[in-house]
């Protein structure tokens, strides 16, 4: 299996344009999660979905961030507009039955 | 307080020695514990998971759990360079809907 895949690997955009990110995870995982990770506030899950519904999503900072999961093998996180401060690395992540998390590579997302 | 605390280090360790890493967290009734490994630049990894108060061995690494005290550790015996990396304590609670929180990450700096 080839895990989680995440894309862009990279992405530098400008304050106020929109963002976004890509995962695909793991064929057979029912659960998918997204976090962010920060030097000032570590790793937080924003969002996750079950079976592509979303479960929830009291991590999502401001009404900026939306994430969707159209079908098992894809889901997106949108940030717009983008701001300075969504600079961090986006991590989506699957598990089977909320068992062990497998992570994707990341995004680094930097916002100018 | 934070619900999941760790010192973030560095934790200097000669190469064979001991790392010892510490984790406290908030008591939230059912729970269980892991630790994932994170290279610099790249995603978190599953090292171990613990349950059940007492110690867990998975080769060179160690988990020990006190629920009474609210304390989660690792021990890394014979510590290599290839063990340098950030750890990073992670707590489910049941009773928050299976939600995975992490603490801060403590980095780990073995020196030959």
């Known amino acids: 299996d080839a895990g989680v895949i995440q894309s862009p690997r990279h992405e530098v955009t400008e304050m106020g344009q929109e963002v976004t990110l890509r995962c695909k995870p793991i064929s057979g995982h029912d659960y998918l999660f997204w976090y962010r990770q920060t030097m000032m506030r570590g790793l937080e899950l924003l969002i996750y979905f079950n079976n592509n519904v979303p479960i929830d999503d009291s991590g999502m900072p401001e009404d900026r961030f939306s994430a969707k999961m159209p079908n098992a093998s894809f889901s997106t996180l949108k940030i717009q507009p983008s701001e300075p401060r969504d600079s961090a690395v986006y991590f989506c992540a699957s598990s089977f039955r909320q068992g062990r998390r497998y992570f994707g590579p990341g995004t680094r997302l930097l916002v100018l | 307080q934070k619900e999941v605390e760790q010192n973030s280090g560095p934790l200097s360790v000669p190469e064979g020695a001991i790392a010892s890493l510490n984790c406290t967290y908030s008591?939230?009734?059912?729970?269980?514990f892991f630790w994932y490994r994170q290279y610099s630049g790249k995603s978190p990894e599953l090292i171990m998971s613990i349950y059940s108060n007492g110690d867990k061995e998975d080769g060179r690494f160690t988990a020990q759990l006190n629920k009474a005290s609210q304390y989660v550790s690792l021990l890394i015996r014979d510590s290599q360079p290839s063990d340098s990396a950030t750890y990073l304590c992670?707590?489910?609670?049941?009773?928050?809907?299976?939600?995975?929180?992490f603490g801060g990450g403590t980095r780990v700096l073995v020196k030959p």
């Open positions: 992670a707590v489910n609670w049941e009773a928050a809907g299976n939600k995975l929180t």
């Open positions: 008591d939230r009734g059912s729970q269980s």
